[in-house]
């Protein structure tokens, strides 16, 4: 078995791979461009596991830069770019697309969908007549990386990082 960090990373190619199928059958429809931060806020939190990532290929950056002011990510720049893209955690990945998942509410199965309302143009069919399998559906990478944080860390296997904290630590010279 390889690590978990690479097992991360791994799982993140494969997001993006999904992302971008589902982001050129709705190109008429997204909006999401660089520059585009308004779902990019700052009470974000990641496990622990997709924080290391960060820590490991954006160390410079968490040690010299700074996180932007107050009230949008740590990591977006002065034009709303993501300065940690790359290793961006997967909430960041699927941000835009047509969302899908099922909750159980009074004993009945109900789908539920969201998107960005940028997202949704007046020309482009309304959100509750796309297909299932044209939405980004939610849950099972969410399983796939609550398993690999559990393997990372078994004695904290649900342990969150806010985002901003990743440079307050880089400060304080906690490696955590």
Same mark, same amino acid.
């Given at each position: 078995?390889?690590d978990?960090l690479?097992?991360l990373?791994?799982?993140h190619?494969?997001?993006d791979?999904e992302?971008?199928?589902?982001?050129?059958?709705? /190109?008429? !429809?997204?909006?999401?461009? #660089?520059?585009?931060?308004?779902c990019?806020?700052?009470d974000? =939190?990641?496990f622990?596991? @997709?924080?290391e990532?960060?820590?490991?290929?954006?160390?410079?950056l968490? !040690?010299?830069? =700074?996180?932007h002011?107050?009230g949008?990510?740590a990591?977006l %720049?002065?034009e709303?770019?993501? #300065?940690? *893209?790359?290793a961006?955690? *997967?909430?960041?990945?699927?941000?835009?697309?047509p969302?899908?998942?099922l @909750?159980?509410?009074?004993?009945?199965v109900? @789908?539920? !969908?969201?998107i960005?309302?940028?997202n949704?143009?007046?020309? /482009?069919p309304?959100?509750?007549?796309?297909?299932?399998? =044209?939405?980004?559906?939610i849950g099972?990478v969410?399983a796939?990386?609550?398993?690999?944080?559990?393997?990372? @860390?078994?004695?904290?296997?649900?342990?969150?990082v806010?985002?901003?904290?990743?440079?307050?630590? =880089?400060?304080s010279? %906690?490696?955590q």
């Amino acid at each position: 078995m390889s690590d978990p960090l690479s097992e991360l990373r791994a799982l993140h190619a494969a997001v993006d791979a999904e992302v971008a199928e589902l982001s050129a059958l709705h /190109q008429g !429809r997204l909006q999401c461009a #660089r520059g585009c931060a308004g779902c990019c806020l700052d009470d974000l =939190s990641v496990f622990a596991l @997709e924080a290391e990532r960060i820590r490991a290929e954006a160390g410079e950056l968490l !040690r010299e830069g =700074s996180p932007h002011p107050p009230g949008a990510c740590a990591f977006l %720049d002065g034009e709303g770019a993501c #300065r940690v *893209y790359a290793a961006r955690p *997967y909430v960041c990945r699927s941000q835009g697309l047509p969302l899908r998942w099922l @909750e159980e509410r009074e004993g009945q199965v109900v @789908e539920l !969908r969201d998107i960005c309302p940028l997202n949704e143009p007046e020309d /482009q069919p309304p959100l509750e007549e796309l297909a299932p399998e =044209s939405c980004w559906p939610i849950g099972p990478v969410e399983a796939r990386l609550r398993e690999l944080q559990a393997a990372h @860390e078994p004695e904290t296997p649900l342990r969150r990082v806010p985002l901003r904290d990743l440079f307050l630590a =880089s400060e304080s010279g %906690d490696a955590q």
